[in-house]
C-alpha cells in the first residue's frame, strides 16, 4: 500500500495532519482553517474530498477549530473519546457545534476504519480525556503525539511500535525559564501535563530508539519558547551520542508551526 502523509500545521496557533493511501485519507486535528487545510492539500495533488473522518487528540482551541465546519457543513465524521467530544463542544472557539457528526472512540481499543487500524492511546496533558493515535495500514505504523507532559510506560510501548514517529518538542528549557512567560505559564508548559522539551523528547529517543523506527517529526515547536533549528541540533546531540547519526540512520525533522512540510510518500 503506497501512503501519503503531511503535516499542514504544528504549532500553538494551529495543529493538523493529513495521512491517506491513493483514494482517501484522514486528518488528525483541524485546529487550522478549512480553506487552509484545501489549499494546503491542494498544492500536493490531494482532493480535500478525499477526506473522510477526522481522528482528534485533545479539545483545546489550536485542534478543532474547523471541526464544526468539517463536520456540519461537510458531513466529515468526527472521531474522538466522549470527554473529548464534551470539551470540544464547550470551548468558546466551536461557534459550529457538533451534532451529526460526532463519533466515539476507547482509549487502547482499536478501531478497523478502511486499511487502517486506530488505536487511541491516553497521553497526559491539560485537556479533556487526551490522546495519540497509534496508526497501522498493512505493514506501516504511524504514531501521532502532539501535546505530552511527560511520557509514561503506555505513550512509551506505542513509541517503541513505530516506524514513522511524529513526537512534540514543544520548547527549550533554557529559553523558557528565562522568557517572557509569567511564572504560572512556565509552570503549566513544564509540567507534568504540559509539553514535553526538546532535551526530554531526545533523551527519551535516544535512549529508547528501535530499528524500525526510520522516519521522526518533531511537532507542536513553541513560536516563542524553541525554533526548528535548535530542536533538531538538541535531539541530533543525544541522537550522535549514542552512535546515531540523522540522515544516516534515520530520517528527523522538525516541523514548522505554519508552514506544510513537504509530501511524504511511503511504497
Not at 113 to 140: C, L, M, S, W
Not at 159 to 188: F, S, V
Request: negative net charge.
Amino acid at each position: 500500500m503506497k501512503l501519503k502523509f503531511i503535516c499542514l500545521a504544528s504549532g500553538s496557533s494551529g495543529n493538523s495532519f493529513y495521512l491517506g493511501t491513493e483514494k482517501y485519507g484522514i486528518l488528525i486535528d483541524a485546529g487550522i482553517p478549512v480553506r487552509t487545510i484545501k489549499g494546503a492539500l491542494k498544492d500536493v495533488g490531494i482532493d480535500f474530498e478525499s477526506i473522510i473522518a477526522v481522528f482528534v487528540t485533545h479539545d483545546h482551541a489550536d485542534h478543532i477549530k474547523s471541526l464544526g465546519t468539517l463536520g456540519e457543513k461537510y458531513n466529515i465524521p468526527i472521531y474522538a473519546t466522549r470527554e473529548t467530544h464534551v470539551g470540544i463542544n464547550k470551548n468558546y472557539c466551536m461557534t459550529q457545534k457538533l451534532v451529526s457528526c460526532m463519533r466515539y472512540v476507547e482509549k487502547d481499543v482499536t478501531l478497523n476504519f478502511r486499511d487502517f487500524q486506530i488505536t487511541p492511546f491516553e497521553v497526559p496533558h491539560d485537556g479533556n480525556d487526551n490522546v495519540g493515535y497509534f496508526i497501522q495500514a498493512e505493514d506501516k505504523h504511524f504514531c501521532f503525539i502532539t501535546d505530552i507532559g511527560h511520557i509514561t510506560d503506555t505513550v512509551a510501548s506505542y513509541i517503541t511500535r513505530a516506524q514513522y514517529l511524529i513526537i512534540e518538542a514543544n520548547y527549550d528549557e533554557e529559553m523558557l525559564a528565562h522568557g517572557t512567560y509569567p511564572q504560572y505559564l512556565k509552570e503549566r508548559i513544564s509540567g507534568p501535563n504540559g509539553h514535553l522539551s526538546n532535551k526530554a523528547t531526545a533523551k527519551f529517543l535516544a535512549n529508547n530508539l528501535t530499528e524500525e523506527l526510520k522516519y521522526i517529526w518533531l511537532c507542536h515547536l513553541s513560536r516563542e519558547n524553541n525554533h526548528p533549528e535548535l530542536a533538531y541540533k538538541t535531539v541530533e546531540w543525544e541522537f550522535r551520542g549514542v552512535g546515531i547519526i540523522p540522515g544516516k540512520d534515520l530520517y528527523l525533522s522538525a516541523l514548522k508551526r505554519t508552514t506544510p512540510s513537504e509530501l511524504y510518500i511511503f511504497e
